[in-house]
Antibody, heavy 114, light 110 residues
C-alpha cells in the first residue's frame, strides 16, 4: 500500500527557508494530487497547498507568497519550501495524498528558532 | 478565509451517540460534496473517517456516519467506545479551489 515519509531539518533559523521532502513508496506519484498540511503544537490543522504531478498547483492564500511546491517524478518525491520563516511556522508538517486526504505521512516536527 | 466552525468539545458515555457539527458557508461546506472528517489521537497523524459528506473508507467502522444540511456538515458516532476519544476535524473544498479545516473538536468518552 502507498506510504508517505517526510524528511528534512527539524530546526530552522528565523528568516531562513524551511525545506521538506516527501517520499512516496508503494505507488506512483503520478495521477494523484498531493498536499502539505501543518499543525502547530496544541493547535488545529492548516492546509498549505496542493499540486498535481503534471504541475498544476494551488496554495493557501495566507501562505501563498512564501510557499513553493515541486515534484520529482523520477524519485517519486515531492517537496515543500517555505521562505522567511518565523516562530509562527513552528509545527508538525504532514505530506498527504490529496484524495480526500486519505493517506498521511507520520509527520515531521519543524521548530523555527535561533 | 476563516476556518470552519466546530464545537471545541463534546462528550458522551460509552454506548451513547454524539454528533459533531461543522459550519461553513455556501462557498465551501454548502456548495460542495467534498466535505471530509478526520480522527486524530494524541501524537498521531490524522485518519480519514468520512469523505464526500457521507462515505466511509474501507476499514472504518459503520458506527461513524456523516451528513450535511445547508452550510453545516455533521459527524455522528454511535455506540461510543473508549477508543473513539480523540480530536476530530472537518475539512471542505472551497470556491477558490482551496481547502479549509475546522478548528477541531475534542471528544471525551466519560
Amino acid at each position: 500500500q502507498v506510504q508517505l515519509q517526510e524528511s528534512g531539518p527539524g530546526l530552522v533559523k528565523p528568516s531562513e527557508t524551511l525545506s521538506l521532502t516527501c517520499t512516496v513508496s508503494g505507488g506512483s506519484i503520478s495521477s494523484y494530487y498531493w498536499s502539505w498540511i501543518r499543525q502547530p503544537p496544541g493547535k488545529g490543522l492548516e492546509w498549505i497547498g496542493y499540486f498535481y504531478y503534471s504541475g498544476s498547483t494551488n496554495y493557501n492564500p495566507s501562505l501563498k507568497s512564501r510557499v513553493t511546491l515541486s515534484v520529482d517524478t523520477s524519485k517519486n518525491q515531492f517537496s515543500l519550501k517555505l521562505s522567511s520563516v518565523t516562530a509562527a511556522d513552528t509545527a508538525v508538517y504532514y505530506c498527504v495524498r490529496a484524495e480526500a486526504f486519505d493517506i498521511w505521512g507520520q509527520g515531521t516536527m519543524v521548530t523555527v528558532s535561533s | 478565509q476563516s476556518a470552519l466552525t466546530q464545537p471545541a468539545s463534546v462528550s458522551g458515555s460509552p454506548g451513547q451517540s454524539i454528533t459533531i457539527s461543522c459550519t461553513g458557508t455556501s462557498s465551501d461546506v454548502g456548495g460542495y460534496i467534498y466535505v471530509s472528517w478526520y480522527q486524530q489521537h494524541p501524537g498521531k497523524a490524522p485518519k480519514l473517517m468520512i469523505y464526500e459528506v457521507s462515505n466511509r473508507p474501507s476499514g472504518v467502522s459503520n458506527r461513524f456516519s456523516g451528513s450535511k444540511s445547508g452550510n453545516t456538515a455533521s459527524l455522528t458516532i454511535s455506540g461510543l467506545q473508549a477508543e473513539d476519544e480523540a480530536d476530530y476535524y472537518c475539512s471542505s473544498y472551497t470556491s477558490r479551489s482551496t481547502v479549509l479545516f475546522g478548528g477541531g473538536t475534542k471528544l471525551t468518552v466519560l
